[in-house]
Nanobody, 124 residues
Framework: QVQLVESGGGLVQAGGSLRLSCAASGRSFSSYVMGWFRQAPGKERAFVGGISRGGLTTYSADSMKGRFTISRDNARNTVYLQMNDLKPEDTAVYYC?????????????????WGQGTQVTVSS
């Protein structure tokens, strides 16, 4: 089992940047594919991006490509989401998730463990 805690959210102006972190406790962090999702008010939770167990492969939703970057540090049991050129429509609660069975997952059901989320608000 793994526990996930996100941090780094906040209020930022459009065009600004934030880096979210997700710290994992428990064993075998490197055995999990890690994903980031977000949920805007009144909307369903949506896939943002993911990273493979070793960190060599990253993948993201089309709307985030070129602006968001995912990385991980297995020695620190942490995954990151660097968000640049933020837009008001990026406002959401951002969640990290860990999947033990998935190869490169994009669906909520493919991930086993979830953090509590961190709020990102982008003002225009």
């Amino acid at each position: 089992q793994v526990q996930l805690v996100e941090s780094g959210g906040g209020l930022v102006q459009a065009g600004g940047s934030l880096r979210l972190s997700c710290a994992a406790s428990g064993r075998s962090f490197s055995s999990y594919v890690m994903g980031w999702f977000r949920q805007a008010p009144g909307k369903e939770r949506a896939f943002v991006g993911g990273i493979s167990r070793g960190g060599l492969t990253t993948y993201s939703a089309d709307s985030m490509k070129g602006r968001f970057t995912i990385s991980r540090d297995n020695a620190r049991n942490t995954v990151y989401l660097q968000m640049n050129d933020l837009k008001p429509e990026d406002t959401a609660v951002y969640y990290c998730a860990a999947g033990s069975r998935v190869i490169l997952g994009t669906n909520l059901s493919e991930f086993d463990y979830w953090g509590q989320g961190t709020q990102v608000t982008v003002s225009s």
